[in-house]
């Protein structure tokens, strides 16, 4: 009997069509389907997946050494310079001269304790154009190692909070998909709660005309009132308008779909109902695990904690700002060509040392301000977290009872559905056979009616439920396999998904 009441459902969904308009037949996994690949929700959510694949790629790409070319090339001057005398007058004198610079260096940072080495050749030439002289300076070689001394080293940081954000962007991408979908679902079950209101709508407008005429019929013969009569013509007339405004509602409940789902031809949207609902149990303590395990919100609760224990040992390293500088290489001096700045006898070795440093000695109570406003910080942060989690636990678990109820009420609607056609049949013979009155035909149908609605309401909720839990835990319990896997990475290069290499 089930299946024939989903048979009469999409019968009633696919009957009334336009001539004009091409038909496009989908079921409620083909609209979803439509939704993950080509609306706007999904394309956005591949953008930020694909921003997250970046962003860490930026990091990656600060931890591996890089070739650097610098200079000012040229750097000539031609104009009147004041210039300091002996004496202390200034003079002007007109400068013609070139000074020019370039090198040529490997940098690499040391993660580990935030130390920037680097290796030089640099080289310098000086030309005076009014007296016709040049000169070079280089320093074939160099060494050059930078050491914030007190700072925060960033890279600590970033070793444990750039893994969880990409790994964050992954999630939130699956997210955004179920998202999509239960999205898709809603509106799915809006245009086909239209659909069914249109079709009740114009079966109403049929059967009001028909009861007009044998009403009428009956007048003619004295077998029926002249009040009657007019009220069979005010539900006519009624049941005409009602035909008319479900049309309208569904045109915008279908544009509204379409254009979620990203349907450009111009069709006509036929949908059909689920042929089945699914039975399987959700214990919330499973559930619960798995939003635990996948869902991105456990990550933010992780980001958010070490970020605010980031912000208090920044607070505390601002006390203190120091950093040293030491370099050590070959130089040289040439005045006559180029090569004499490589040559061995012109090669001498330079070093140099600086230490830069701050050391605040009455900072009027700054510092104390500012190590009070990142615990503080911290400690809302903290309570913010223990409040996400309570709330997201409550999410969890007013969705899992909210699916075991609508599961039962799916049972309840479709037997009331089952009772309510039967009993509209049965009663329609009764009124055309004279037996009955109309007002308990009137009757009849409005139960039916409201059975049919009501039966089309439970499965839009249960889909719903279904797609909500799917997004919350990243599970689905249908299929009982995971939507998350966390060996799946998006590649940009190759377009495409594959799957890490486990680690031994």
Do not use: H
Not at 9 to 16: E, G, H, K, N, V
Not at 26 to 38: C, F, G, N, P, Y
Request: aromatic share 8%; net charge negative; with cysteine.
């Amino acid at each position: 009997m089930k299946k024939v009441i989903i048979l009469l459902l999409a019968c009633f969904c696919l009957s009334q069509t336009s001539i004009s308009q091409e038909k496009r037949v989908l079921t409620l996994e083909e609209v979803i389907e439509l939704a993950r690949t080509q609306s706007r929700n999904a394309k956005q959510a591949e953008t930020s997946r694909n921003l997250g694949y970046w962003s860490y790629n930026v990091y990656s790409s600060q931890l591996r050494p890089q070739l650097l070319l610098r200079g000012t090339l040229p750097n000539i001057t031609d104009r009147a310079t004041p210039v300091t005398q002996e004496d202390g007058e200034i003079a002007f004198v007109t400068v013609n001269q070139n000074n020019s610079n370039l090198s040529l260096g490997l940098e690499q940072v040391l993660p580990w304790t935030n130390t920037t080495i680097a290796l030089e050749t640099n080289l310098a030439r000086f030309d005076n154009y009014t007296s016709d002289i040049t000169r070079y300076q280089g320093d074939p070689f160099g060494i050059t190692l930078t050491q914030p001394l007190f700072n925060v080293n960033p890279f600590k940081w970033d070793k444990v909070t750039q893994p969880l954000e990409f790994e964050q962007s992954k999630r939130q991408y699956v997210q955004s998909l179920e998202s999509t979908s239960q999205r898709a679902a809603q509106l799915f079950f809006q245009v086909l709660e239209e659909q069914m209101n249109l079709q009740i709508e114009e079966q109403n407008e049929a059967a009001s005309d028909t009861i007009n005429k044998v009403e009428q019929g009956r007048y003619n013969i004295g077998t029926s009132t002249e009040d009657e009569v007019l009220q069979t013509q005010l539900d006519l007339i009624t049941a005409q308008s009602g035909a008319q405004q479900a049309r309208l509602d569904l045109q915008t409940s279908s544009l509204e779909l379409r254009n979620f789902i990203n349907i450009t031809d111009d069709v006509q949207l036929e949908l059909i109902p689920p042929a089945d609902v699914p039975e399987f149990a959700i214990e919330y303590e499973t559930a619960l695990q798995y939003a635990k395990e996948n869902r991105a919100e456990y990550l933010d609760f992780r980001l958010d904690r070490l970020n605010a224990e980031r912000q208090v040992a920044e607070a505390r390293a601002l006390r203190f700002s120091a950093t040293l500088r030491a370099s050590f290489g070959y130089n040289s001096v040439s005045t006559d060509a180029l090569r004499g700045v490589y040559r061995d006898d012109n090669l001498a070795t330079g070093s140099t040392f600086r230490l830069d440093f701050a050391l605040p000695i009455l900072d009027g109570g700054r510092n104390k301000a500012r190590m009070r406003q990142a615990r503080e910080r911290q400690q809302l942060t903290e309570f913010n977290i223990e409040q996400g989690q309570i709330t997201f636990e409550q999410e969890i678990a007013i969705s899992v009872r909210n699916f075991q109820q609508i599961r039962s009420q799916i049972e309840i609607a479709l037997k009331r559905q089952e009772i309510a056609l039967k009993r509209f049949e049965i009663t329609n013979g009764r009124y055309l056979a004279g037996k009955v009155d109309i007002l308990a035909l009137v009757n009849a149908r409005t139960t039916k009616d409201s059975a049919l609605r009501s039966y089309i309401t439970a499965l839009r909720q249960y889909w719903n439920a279904f797609y909500e839990l799917r997004a919350l835990t990243l599970y689905d319990f249908k299929e009982d396999k995971l939507l998350y896997n966390p060996l799946l990475e998006y590649d940009p290069k190759t377009d495409s998904v594959i799957e890490r290499v486990r680690k031994k």
